[in-house]
């Protein structure tokens, strides 16, 4: 098992909530290292040991939060979490409501829209592998639902977000399981399909 240093893991959560400051004040583009490290109470040097640029920092923030989703998506097997409506929708949604105004921020400005589209395609990569494995399928197919299920939550997330429908939580989700599983329905028989 890989030993992780306790030093490193306190400089990049000091450094990433100095991102989720920032990111609610200015645009990516604004951000630089030297705002970044102030911002975190972190030396300049030290964030260069670690990363090349703003960008190459960016890419672990995007890591962080498709693996967690990822986590949350797949924390059971998922056929049972495919199998159980609404199971991996809270799972998305409570983990959302965490950060709500940052990964409000990340999805629905055209500025850190990049970041949202970068965690969607790690997600979709992961949940397609877990989809093979778990479904008769093929790794086409697979990819394809896979795709599906994460562009169609992001996308009503977004919409959500921006209050464009006037729906509360239940309705919302409502709606999402039904498209996620009628989608899904045409590659997938969650109950019948099982890879042994």
């Known amino acids: 098992m890989k030993k992780v240093d306790l030093r490193v893991q306190k400089t990049n959560q000091a450094l990433q909530a100095a991102f989720r400051t920032l990111a609610s004040k200015t645009s990516y583009r604004n951000i630089?290292?030297?705002?970044?490290?102030?911002?975190?109470?972190?030396?300049?040097?030290?964030?260069?040991?670690?990363?090349?640029?703003?960008?190459?920092?960016?890419?672990?923030?995007?890591?962080?939060?498709?693996?967690?989703?990822?986590?949350?998506?797949?924390?059971?097997?998922?056929?049972q979490g495919l199998a159980e409506p609404g199971y991996i929708f809270d799972k998305v949604l409570d983990f959302f409501q965490e950060s709500r105004e940052f990964y409000t921020l990340m999805m629905t400005s055209d500025d850190y829209s990049f970041l949202a589209r970068k965690v969607e395609i790690k997600i979709a990569r992961g949940l397609s592998q877990a989809l093979y494995a778990a479904f008769d399928i093929s790794e086409l197919d697979a990819f394809v639902c896979a795709n599906f299920l994460i562009r169609n939550t992001m996308l009503l997330f977004r919409i959500y977000n921006e209050n464009r429908m006037r729906l509360d939580r239940n309705e919302f989700r409502d709606r999402l399981i039904r498209l996620d599983s009628s989608g899904l329905s045409t590659f997938i028989d969650v109950k019948r399909n099982i890879r042994k």
């Open 32 to 79: 630089t290292v030297k705002e970044l490290t102030e911002t975190a109470h972190i030396n300049r040097k030290t964030f260069y040991l670690h990363f090349d640029s703003i960008d190459d920092f960016s890419d672990t923030v995007v890591d962080e939060i498709a693996d967690k989703l990822l986590e949350l998506m797949l924390s059971k097997p998922l056929s």
